[in-house]
């Protein structure tokens, strides 16, 4: 669909996302599969901010973080997932001008924002494993709520110059992005005007954000290991490593991914290979994340037991007084 625009040249209006082809069949299983996916990732990710705030024994810097990355990923699976689980029933898999530009702000703003929370909570198990004395004094409550708005600021400004850059773009056919989704590098493709200081520019952001964040996460786990192998008990170092294993997993995905999706300088090949690795980041990332960062916890254990005995004897007193 176009409008009229400058004269004898026309102005998209909405984009069709090809996603996946596959037959009816199967994008009939992929929206179950991704409805599944939805609710584990919203119910695991909320559980993870009810304990946080409400109780007493998760209110360290550690579980601050994890309650904010909680946060980004609910955002993240919100901005990404329902659109695609509605065009896997769509006949028209369309998007709006304006709607396809804020899905990929809003994307790349939160997932932006979230390596550098994972740089900070990196940060904040290396002072807690290698100078436990200066840990209360170095991770403040102060200073961590300023490593949290740094890493929202930075989504922030490292995404506005690209974003109005791309609200200048003249698009004017034709309409249709090879992703389930509002990527920068296929939505770019389609703009009719020379992109390539754009491409750069996102390149130039892209690199130090994801690189600098995963070099400081790498030598903070560097640091975390070697003071690991130097303990000497034997059960600290496997719980150590179980712990740090999870959170290599979980990293490894995220990084992975997105420095071969986007620290590139043109990223208009294997496009397919794209989606695939974007699926990974987008949809299946956050739903583990409640359990390898915090539900294996033995503090949030005990504390997720207690929330759950006390609703259950707050619904068996309200059977009771209703007998009654």
């Not at 409640?290 to 916890?297: D, E, H, V």
Request: aromatic content about 14%; hydrophobic content about 50%; charged content about 10%.
């Amino acid at each position: 669909m176009t409008d009229t625009y400058f004269g004898n040249r026309t102005r998209v209006t909405e984009f069709i996302l090809i996603g996946f082809l596959n037959p009816f069949e199967v994008q009939v299983t992929l929206f179950m599969l991704f409805f599944i996916v939805f609710l584990v990732t919203m119910v695991g990710n909320s559980v993870i901010i009810v304990l946080t705030c409400s109780d007493y024994r998760l209110q360290s810097p550690m579980y601050f973080f994890l309650c904010n990355l909680s946060i980004i990923e609910i955002l993240i699976t919100v901005t990404m997932v329902p659109k695609m689980m509605e065009n896997f029933l769509s006949e028209r898999k369309t998007i709006s001008f304006y709607g396809c530009l804020a899905q990929s702000y809003f994307f790349f703003l939160l997932g932006t924002t979230e390596y550098v929370l994972l740089a900070a909570m990196s940060y904040d198990r290396y002072v807690a494993i290698c100078s436990p004395l200066h840990y209360s004094n170095t991770m403040r409550k102060k200073v961590c709520m300023w490593l949290v708005v740094a890493s929202w600021l930075c989504g922030f400004f490292s995404i506005l110059v690209p974003t109005v850059m791309k609200l200048q773009l003249p698009f004017c056919g034709p309409n249709t992005i090879n992703h389930f989704f509002c990527d920068s590098a296929p939505l770019l493709h389609l703009a009719c005007a020379n992109i390539r200081l754009l491409e750069f520019i996102d390149f130039i952001i892209s690199l130090p954000i994801l690189l600098g964040s995963l070099l400081l996460t790498a030598f903070s786990y560097f640091y975390i290991i070697c003071a690991v192998i130097r303990t000497p008990s034997v059960a600290g170092k496997q719980k150590a490593f179980s712990t740090c294993a999870s959170h290599f997993t979980v990293l490894t995905i995220s990084y992975g991914t997105s420095v071969f999706i986007y620290v590139r300088p043109s990223q208009t090949n294997s496009m397919n290979l794209n989606k695939v690795a974007s699926l990974l980041t987008i949809a299946f990332t956050p739903m583990p994340n409640p359990f390898i960062f915090s539900l294996r916890n033995q503090k949030v254990k005990e504390a997720l037991t207690d929330l759950v005995s006390k609703c259950v004897g707050a619904h068996g007193l309200g059977l009771n007084s209703r007998r009654v």
